[in-house]
């Protein structure tokens, strides 16, 4: 666990333990699975194949597919008898102690962000203090009138936008993440508040667009972050993490780098994670499946978080596609 703040005496430890992930696993892990790769069942490397296929075939699957026995899920997905394979079981056989079933994400570039918005959404009861700011819609406007590098955000693949037309736009995102926020909080019935959020993630104009709200959010919070940190303010160790990177030293390069490609040629990498939660004001718990009997198994982002920030729970296998456990074991609540 790294702590939430950066001292001068822990910075250059602290800052070794979260390196933006551009892989499966570690260099050492790495190696490791090459080898057992070389033994592992035509079934497997046939499956992983399968799934890349399906990412690209999205019109045909719905963003966050119905709950599954999450047991039963595992043995569909890991059947073969390689380490990895039985490393795999063990962790959802872990996950399952907690929660009985499992709900599929779409696999594309925004399944982070898919994964995140639908857990909050799916158990929210109320607006977040940040989106009741009465300036909340007047943050695209503010930005670009301080940061004239922001009229170059990509946006839903739309280039060559005016400065005006990207603030107009990404304006109505923003209205349309409180209104459906408020509109899914307000729901009494469980049943009722997960059908809502279904039909939600069915509509895929709208579903995009919030993805869209969450990465301007992501870059507002960026900005503070580095503001704070030139003024001599305490920030967050991911903070120093997310702009020692020679890809984002600056928010301008985070964006240009970074989240431009977000959902487009490239997803959240894991120190963005922390970056999606200090956005969102929600601590997100990830059983990285792929680290099971080791400290990182359960990941929290961020690591030291506000005790009334609210907790939703992702699983991963590698830090890359992240899917949804529902349905908490009775003995878990209690």
């Excluded at 063990?90 to 996950?95: C, I, L």
């Excluded at 959404?121 to 300036?135: K, N, V």
């Excluded at 104009?205 to 919070?221: G, R």
């Excluded at 990498?269 to 929600?282: C, D, G, I, T, W």
Aim: aromatic share 10%; charged share 30%.
């Amino acid at each position: 666990m790294i702590k939430s703040f950066v001292t001068d005496q822990d910075a250059s430890r602290d800052c070794e333990l979260y390196l933006p992930v551009s892989s499966n696993f570690s260099a050492m892990e790495s190696s490791e699975d090459s080898e057992e790769d070389m033994y592992r069942d035509a079934e497997e490397i046939e499956r992983e194949k399968i799934l890349l296929c399906e990412t690209s075939s999205s019109e045909h699957k719905l963003s966050v597919a119905p709950e599954i026995d999450i047991m039963e899920y595992c043995r569909k997905e890991w059947r073969g008898n390689t380490p990895v394979a039985k490393r795999m079981r063990k962790g959802y056989e872990a996950v399952a102690q907690k929660f009985a079933s499992i709900r599929r994400v779409r696999g594309d570039n925004y399944c982070a962000l898919r994964a995140t918005l639908f857990q909050a959404l799916s158990q929210a009861t109320q607006l977040p203090g940040w989106l009741q700011s009465e300036d909340f819609t007047m943050l695209p406007e503010n930005l670009l009138s301080k940061y004239d590098w922001i009229k170059q955000w990509q946006l839903k693949q739309k280039l060559g936008r005016k400065m005006g037309e990207i603030s107009d736009e990404i304006k109505e995102y923003l209205i349309l993440l409180r209104k459906k926020w408020k509109n899914i909080s307000e729901i009494k019935r469980p049943v009722e508040k997960q059908e809502a959020c279904d039909k939600l993630f069915k509509n895929e104009e709208e579903e995009y667009s919030l993805y869209e709200a969450l990465k301007f959010l992501m870059l507002n919070t960026a900005i503070e972050l580095y503001n704070d940190d030139k003024n001599g303010r305490r920030v967050p160790v991911f903070s120093w993490l997310l702009f020692a990177r020679d890809t984002s030293s600056n928010p301008r390069q985070l964006m240009h780098n970074h989240l431009n490609h977000i959902g487009h040629s490239g997803g959240l990498e894991q120190v963005e994670m922390f970056l999606l939660a200090y956005a969102l004001q929600y601590t997100i718990q990830v059983y990285r499946l792929y680290k099971y009997s080791t400290d990182e198994f359960i990941t929290l982002y961020p690591s030291d978080p506000e005790e009334d920030w609210p907790v939703v729970t992702l699983i991963t296998e590698d830090d890359r596609h992240y899917n949804i456990p529902v349905r908490m074991c009775q003995e878990t609540m209690l």
